[in-house]
């Protein structure tokens, strides 16, 4: 079981799943509702969840897009905001993870929108704006045209 605001029990997985795998997503409920910029106890989980050995954390619950920053080299997207949902969405993403043969880790958003039960890619005028959006909320972070993030 988890808890809200301790994060000692998913640390405490984190460290246990490190030696099981290449790559260690973790995927966190957390944040308010509505709200771009993350809390400080999000920073906060962020950082213990990347002493204890992730190397990328996946964030929902704001039923909004927060912004991506980067922890000790590792991102953290705070939400992407709501992918399938039971109403229309303008904007939200997915995230492209590229592992390569030698460790290498690329990242980039794939922006989407919801409408009429069914979520799909933007169009190109749409993605930019998202792209523009995502850089501007997010800390020390840049999205490139092609959605890769530097």
Not at 24 to 36: K, M, P
Not at 98 to 110: A, F, M, P
């Amino acid at each position: 079981m988890l808890t809200a605001y301790d994060d000692t029990k998913l640390v405490q997985l984190i460290k246990e799943a490190r030696s099981e795998c290449d790559f260690l997503s973790v995927y966190i409920h957390w944040g308010v509702e509505y709200e771009a910029y993350p809390q400080d106890y999000q920073t906060k989980i962020a950082t213990d969840c990347f002493n204890a050995g992730a190397d990328l954390i996946l964030g929902a619950h704001t039923h909004c897009l927060q912004g991506i920053s980067y922890i000790s080299e590792k991102p953290v997207f705070y939400s992407l905001g709501n992918f399938v949902f039971g109403q229309n969405i303008d904007k939200t993403a997915a995230v492209k993870v590229q592992v390569s043969s030698d460790g290498t880790v690329s990242y980039g958003l794939l922006p989407v929108y919801a409408a009429g039960g069914t979520t799909k890619l933007m169009d190109t005028n749409c993605a930019s704006a998202l792209y523009q959006y995502m850089t501007q909320i997010s800390d020390g972070v840049t999205i490139g045209a092609d959605g890769k993030i530097n």
